[in-house]
């Protein structure tokens, strides 16, 4: 996003009131106001630092689409999306309307395929009310999340496809050196299949207060103890 956009939508928060603001070493913190009028995971806060904060889920249903091989990160969520959005409207073995929810989030891998393409999971956090009987469809598939932690970063503006890269690598050097690091390190070791995801608040129409956060998610074994 261009330095004066930026600036304008940070002036419209402050006018508007829509923003929770909390200064932590620099960085603002942007509530995404989505969360009001749509339904998002619920999450408790387990630590802010500066430049990222560390959450804990602690049960989540997501519905995925395949691992979609592309170059671009912006291409790969918006075909996801399409497919999930269908799902939503109807497109499932229930032919059940599904209500809209944030984030949809994007698992990124490295892929086996062409050079420099990547592997996109793209999936749509599922409404409470449909977590014990989530509706099947071809083509996609249920992950349920047992408790997890995310360290998490949040920028502003369209998702392009060098931030991804830039904003997981800021969240990474932010984390360096502490505990959160070791534990992300750890995870990633035992399960190397997604090293970050991108979560994305707001519709493609939606100019103002656009929230995305970096994901790096890791378990902690024995829990509360160790917090
Ligand atoms: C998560 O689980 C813990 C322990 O059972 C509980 O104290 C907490 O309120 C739960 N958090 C959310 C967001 O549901």
């Known amino acids: 996003m261009a330095p004066s956009l930026f600036k304008l939508s940070v002036l419209f928060n402050l006018l508007t009131n829509f ?13 995404p106001t989505s969360c009001t009028r749509i339904e998002c995971p619920s999450y408790d806060l387990v630590h802010v630092g500066n430049g990222f904060e560390i959450r804990r889920y602690n049960s989540t249903v997501w519905m995925s689409t395949s691992p979609i091989v ?18 939503i409207q109807g ?13 949809v989030i ?3 891998a490295p892929s086996d395929g062409p050079v420099c393409a990547s592997s996109f999971i793209v999936s749509f956090y599922v409404p409470k009310e449909n977590q014990a009987d989530t509706p099947p469809a071809q083509g996609l598939h249920a ?8 360290a998490v970063r949040q920028f502003s503006g369209f998702v392009k496809d060098s931030d991804a890269g830039e904003q997981a690598l800021a969240l990474h050097d932010s984390l360096l050196g502490s505990k959160w690091s070791d534990f992300i390190e750890k995870s ?3 399960d190397p299949t997604s090293p970050y995801i991108v979560a994305q608040y707001n519709s493609p129409f939606e ?11 890791f378990d902690m074994e024995d829990g509360y103890a160790s917090l």
């Open 19 to 31: 923003t929770n603001w909390s200064q932590n070493g620099g960085n603002v913190e942007f509530s």
């Open 70 to 87: 592309d170059i671009s990160l912006v291409d790969a969520t918006r075909s996801g999306f399409l497919q999930l959005f269908d799902y």
């Open 91 to 103: 497109k499932n073995k229930y032919a059940k309307k599904i209500e809209m929810t944030a984030p």
């Open 106 to 108: 994007v698992q990124i």
């Open 143 to 150: 992950q349920k999340w047992g408790t997890k932690y995310a």
């Open 188 to 190: 990633r070791v035992a």
């Open 207 to 217: 100019f103002e207060n656009r929230v995305n956060e970096i994901w790096m998610m």
